[in-house]
């Protein structure tokens, strides 16, 4: 079964810093790979997804992320972020050969940004 | 704004009792998902309609229950509540069978006491 993994339960980064956050999922078999973010007593909201094709995924808010199916990775970055950015970020993965879709969400990255 | 409303927003009950959540998918989704999210879990998948019928199920209790209907809309029900099934309840709803982008509504966030 898919599972997904996000090392970093925090990351305190300064505002304007640049930011990673890192999400590894277990089987290289064919996946899509979301991120989204959840800011307080919010839902989640998307910030991109990889489905196929190019292996450099640029989503909203200036995020953009990389798939690397040898290191079955799926790191989210921002050149620069600002304390709007302070939140709780999810990495998923879906297993489109399994037939459900359903998203394996990871336990989730509280960024705090510093000003 | 999402586009999938969810019912109630909060919701306090007692250990016993049983309770309805309510999810309005974006219109002309046919996918609906369940999650459920709590501080020792986290995010965890419950089940998926998809036009009516149940896809694929999670990790759901046998004391709870779903379904889609005609319009739709889904509920979630949830019966015999433990202090455990406190937590936020997410619905999700998806244009295409592959789920290639889940919208997710603002979650019902349910205390039992």
């Known amino acids: 079964a898919q599972s997904v993994t996000q090392l970093d339960s925090q990351v305190p980064v300064f505002e304007e810093a640049p930011v990673e956050l890192r999400c590894n999922y277990s089987s290289s078999v064919s996946v899509y790979l979301f991120w989204y973010v959840q800011y307080p007593n919010q839902g989640l909201q998307l910030l991109l997804k990889y489905l196929s094709g190019s292996t450099l995924v640029k989503g909203i808010n200036g995020f953009e992320a990389e798939f690397n199916k040898s290191q079955t990775s799926f790191h989210l970055r921002k050149p620069s972020v600002h304390i709007s950015d302070t939140a709780e970020y999810f990495c998923a993965v879906s297993d489109p050969s399994s037939g459900t879709y359903k998203y394996i969400f990871g336990t989730g990255t509280r960024l705090k940004v510093l000003a | 704004d999402s586009g999938v409303t969810q019912t109630p927003k909060h919701l306090i009950t007692a250990t016993g009792q049983r309770v309805t959540l309510r999810c309005s998918p974006r219109?002309?989704?046919?996918?609906v998902y369940w999650y459920q999210q709590s501080l020792d879990q986290g995010l965890q998948f419950l089940i998926q309609?998809?036009?009516?019928?149940?896809?694929a199920k999670g990790n759901i209790l046998e004391r709870f229950s779903a379904q889609q209907f005609p319009d739709l809309h889904s509920e979630l029900n949830l019966s015999s509540l433990e202090l455990g099934d406190s937590a936020l309840y997410f619905c999700a709803s998806s244009a295409d069978r592959m789920n290639t982008e889940a919208f997710f509504g603002q979650g019902t966030r349910l205390t039992v006491v």
């Open positions: 309609y998809y036009n009516g019928e149940e896809r």
């Open positions: 219109s002309g989704d046919l996918s």
